[in-house]
């Protein structure tokens, strides 16, 4: 039908269709180094892409013919800026924390390949908008025996180092007997 015609019409046109299109008409828009690493990592983040990616030949030859001026950036220099983007956002979340009065907690451990797990988010309700939020604080290894009194610890430096002792009213986990010794 001529509804589906349309929807066609507006979907986003093939990489090589693109690249042709700004090809003809000129619309070329210049990208620094800086700026294709920092959509690089966000790409790479956000798609949950191995940063390993950058070394595969494909993605070199789809780079260098897409983008030929730019260099593809090493793994170290991606690692670096995945790390800056972490305190970036992790800063922007203590200091937007910073203004809500009561949090609840969820935390939860597991296994894989031998090695442990802790997890944690935090959810409140904006007090402007009144909707609920949600923000994964933390998954660290936990290289430690799984007792309650290590696990009490860890939960206690987590919630420290977001600015939540005191305002975590309640933290949810399951009730595996460390956890249950923990609270």
Known sequence: NDQSATAKKLCQKDIVTSVAVWAATGEKKKITQMEFQSNLVEMLLEDMMPIATVERSGFKKF????CPNLSVPSRRTLVRHVHNLYDIEKNSLIEELKSIKYVFCTADMWSSHKRGFLGMTVHYVD?????RRSHA???????HSHTGERIAIIIAEV????????????IVTDNAANKVKVF
Request: aromatic share 8%; proline share 4%; net charge positive.
């Open 127 to 131: 007090p402007n908008s009144l909707l």
């Open 63 to 66: 780079c260098e013919t897409i």
């Open 159 to 170: 919630l420290k180092e977001f600015n939540l002792i005191g305002r975590a009213v309640d």
């Open 137 to 143: 604080l933390t998954c660290r290894r936990f290289q």
